[in-house]
């Protein structure tokens, strides 16, 4: 008897794996420097510009090697099969 076909998207779930690890890996990289940017906002600085302006030159240096960083933790947890959703059935 035919075995009945089973939607497993796993191409998806790296793709959405790969954008939570390169968020993640941009947020630890640029922390230090969001953070001391925003201690240092004068009081008259409207908050939303300012944020933005701080977090948009903290992550200037970073983005490739939160990418680079992002696809190194992805290999290495693929290889290591314990992402959830892309587990071998057995």
Same mark, same amino acid.
């Given at each position: ?6 939607? #497993? +998207?796993?191409?998806? !779930?790296? !793709? *959405? ?5 390169v968020v993640?890996?941009?947020? /630890?990289?640029?922390? +230090? #420097?969001?953070?001391?940017? @925003?201690?240092? &906002? +004068?009081p008259d600085? $409207?908050?939303? #510009?300012?944020? %933005?302006?701080? /977090?948009? %030159?903290?992550? $200037? ?12 933790? &992805?290999?290495? @947890?693929?290889? &290591?099969? *314990?992402?959830p959703g !892309?587990?071998? %059935?057995?």
């Amino acid at each position: 008897m035919a075995e009945r076909a089973r939607f #497993e +998207p796993r191409f998806t !779930l790296i !793709l *959405v794996y790969f954008v939570a690890f390169v968020v993640a890996w941009g947020l /630890v990289l640029a922390a +230090p #420097e969001i953070a001391a940017g @925003l201690r240092e &906002l +004068p009081p008259d600085a $409207d908050p939303a #510009e300012a944020g %933005r302006e701080t /977090v948009r %030159r903290a992550l $200037d240096g970073h983005i490739l090697t939160a990418v680079g960083a992002a696809v190194v933790s &992805l290999g290495a @947890l693929l290889w &290591l099969r *314990v992402l959830p959703g !892309l587990k071998p %059935r057995s």
